[in-house]
């Protein structure tokens, strides 16, 4: 009888002591949410624009460890041709675009750019990888890792979502650090490829 007592008295106080459970908080859901300032992007890049001082990665032969790039140091007082990828060694990337800028380094030099940079967020293995074997590489193309997306997300070409976020698929022309050509897929991937960025110079 006296156990029977005990457990009701235990029930019917059992809310007084029970876990409130706290609605989240204003700013814990803004720090995940998708429109928290640190996964807000840039406007689109566009022409006029100077490439922001970003850290990328670049991997090196038989696993080495990647070294760190700048890409604002890297490009400083050169014209440049930088094309990006949503990925290494997908169809498109791997059939198209790479290749358009691979036959097209003669023709691109004689235009005046010194360096074609291929860009992407997979990681600087995958990256190193991916030039090496294509022969991209062996081109004079240097391939960059984005793997945290902070340039594509500067540029306001990144796409949220997923365990990796990709970049849009894109071409441009820097001079100096300052975009003076810019190639967007918008309305078609071939309007990022080197032929259309050649007809533009």
Known sequence: MLRILLISALAATGIAFSPIIAAPSTSSLSASSPSSPALTMAEEVKVGDRIPSVVLKEGQADYGTPKDVNIAELIAGKKVAIFAVPGAFTPGCSKS??????????ELKAKGVELTICMA???AYVMEAWGRTSGGADAGIRFLSDANAELSRALGLSIEGGILVRVKRFSLIAEDGVVTHYFSSAKDSSDTWAPNVLAAL
């Open 121 to 123: 967020t997979n990681d």
């Open 97 to 106: 675009h790479l290749p358009s800028f691979m036959t097209a380094q003669d």
